[in-house]
């Protein structure tokens, strides 16, 4: 049974590029959340996605926004990248309409802004 | 707004004892307290506890909600080299807001 798995593993961008980020749930999960981990810090909610509708969205700037495809799939783009948004991008999915806090999360995909 | 506070931030011990790592929290709504591992990159899920003074076991791990209180411990015996890690502790609420608020995580070192 796959885990949640997510892609690139690193990403090395200059300040100003756009990034994309990929992620796939767990098998049997509909729902997938994006969270950001700064260096000594616990994750961040960026947003979440369900029926490939954003449900929720943490305090993050509309430079960031996501996508959800069909197959529950999910992106997270970032535009007109920061310094500050050098971090560790963890995905996480669930499933709606069981115990929907318990969050399984990918591997990470760790962004360098220049 | 949602918080989340552990204690304490880092700390070292010797193979074979034993810690216990604190999280206190404050939500609206509150439905699940999770604890989750983590040693290089993916968060690895512990526990997710929902019912006050039920206590969760697995291996020479366990952990218990105290939801008059709003707090959770995590108890590790008998500690090995693996255990070192960050140790994080989420809070999740009812209904639609169903994001998870993470505190700083607690890094713990096991040390031969």
């Known amino acids: 049974d796959a885990g949640v798995t997510q892609s690139p593993t690193h990403l090395i961008k200059t300040r100003g590029q756009q990034v994309t980020l990929r992620c796939s749930p767990k098998?049997?999960?509909?729902?997938v959340s994006w969270y950001q981990q700064a260096l000594g810090q616990g994750p961040q909610f960026i947003f979440q996605?369900?029926?490939?509708?954003?449900?929720q969205r943490g305090n993050f700037p509309d430079r960031f926004s996501g996508h959800q495809f069909p197959n529950y799939s999910s992106e997270l783009n970032v535009n007109a990248l920061l310094l500050g948004d050098s971090a560790l991008y963890l995905c996480?999915?669930?499933?709606?309409?069981?115990?929907?806090?318990?969050?399984?999360f990918g591997p990470g995909t760790r962004l360098t802004v220049l | 707004e949602d918080k989340v506070v552990q204690s304490p931030l880092s700390l070292v011990v010797h193979e074979g004892d034993t810690v216990t790592l604190n999280c206190s929290y404050e939500?609206?709504?509150?439905?699940?307290l999770l604890w989750y591992k983590q040693e290089k990159k993916a968060p690895t899920f512990l526990f997710m506890l929902?019912?006050?003074?039920i206590e969760k076991k697995s291996g020479r791990l366990s952990s218990i909600l105290d939801k008059k209180e709003l707090f959770s411990i995590l108890n590790i015996t008998a500690t090995q080299t693996g255990d070192s890690a960050v140790y994080l502790c989420?809070?999740?609420?009812?209904?639609?807001?169903?994001?998870?608020?993470f505190g700083k995580g607690i890094t713990l070192s096991v040390r031969p």
């Open positions: 996480a999915s669930s499933y709606l309409r069981g115990n929907y806090n318990e969050q399984f």
């Open positions: 098998s049997g999960h509909d729902t």
């Open positions: 996605y369900y029926e490939e509708e954003e449900r």
């Open positions: 939500v609206t709504n509150f439905r699940s």
């Open positions: 929902t019912s006050s003074g």
């Open positions: 989420a809070v999740g609420a009812i209904g639609a807001n169903s994001k998870l608020t």
